[in-house]
């Protein structure tokens, strides 16, 4: 099945520090990635899509200076928080959907990042 | 406008018995929806898709839905619930001219008893 790597899966810094979060598509290509971020027991909020050769489309409220998206080639996304302060503290999830079979493709999860900044 | 919502955020049930966890979606053209899994600090598993192929949709684990028009719904079951289904559960829609974004409902927390 279709696979996704997200790297680091865990993140421990000080405030301050940037943080950079890699999203691999394995077996498929994905001209569009999505970046997610998780509260405890909520739901994922989008933050942004991210296009394949093209800026990022950001959702309402989320700072595109804050979050810096990278999507370099088709198997590839990164997402970096910059200077990252404690409310950036969360789980950070990533998603692919495959650029070939039709609109009613499903995403395809990472395992997400745990980033804590102390 | 257009919505998912799941009644009950917190399911429980005991070993064996019916899990039934519900969906219901908001908007005048059927979306195609999704079922995920979540376990505890990992990303989301798909269980199942709806893609209008066929109502009744069978997905991993031993997990069906069952698309209802009528009802704009699309409630998951699995017929005996079993220890290890425990976990987080996510409906999500993928609506028409929504530009490929999946709106995602609360989740619902399942747990399982001995």
């Known amino acids: 099945g279709a696979v996704v790597s997200q790297h680091p899966s865990r993140v421990i810094c000080k405030s301050g520090t940037s943080v950079k979060i890699e999203c691999r598509s394995l077996?498929?290509?994905?001209?569009?990635m999505f970046w997610y971020r998780q509260f405890p027991k909520q739901s994922l909020m989008l933050m942004a899509t991210s296009n394949e050769g093209s800026k990022a489309t950001y959702e309402q409220g989320v700072e595109k200076d804050k979050f810096l998206i990278n999507h370099a080639s088709l198997t590839l996304s990164t997402l970096t928080v910059t200077s990252a302060h404690p409310e950036d503290s969360s789980f950070y999830i990533c998603?692919?959907?495959?650029?070939?079979?039709?609109?009613?493709?499903?995403?395809?999860f990472g395992d997400g990042t745990r980033l804590s900044i102390l | 406008a257009q919505s998912v919502t799941q009644l009950g955020s917190h399911v429980s049930v005991s070993e064996g018995a019916l899990v039934l966890l519900r969906c219901n979606y908001s908007?005048?053209?059927?979306?195609?929806l999704f079922w995920y899994v979540q376990y505890p600090n990992q990303g989301l598993q798909l269980l199942l898709k709806?893609?209008?192929?066929?109502?009744l949709v069978k997905g991993i684990n031993g997990f069906e839905a069952e698309f209802k028009k009528s009802e704009t719904s699309f409630h998951l079951t699995k017929p005996s619930a079993h220890m290890s289904d425990a976990a987080e559960y996510f409906c999500a829609a993928l609506f028409s001219g929504g530009y490929n974004k999946l709106i995602f409902g609360a989740g619902t927390r399942l747990a399982v008893h001995p």
């Open positions: 998603s692919a959907r495959p650029s070939t079979g039709g609109d009613n493709q499903p995403q395809h």
């Open positions: 908007s005048s053209v059927p979306p195609y």
């Open positions: 077996d498929f290509q994905a001209t569009t």
């Open positions: 709806y893609t209008s192929a066929a109502t």
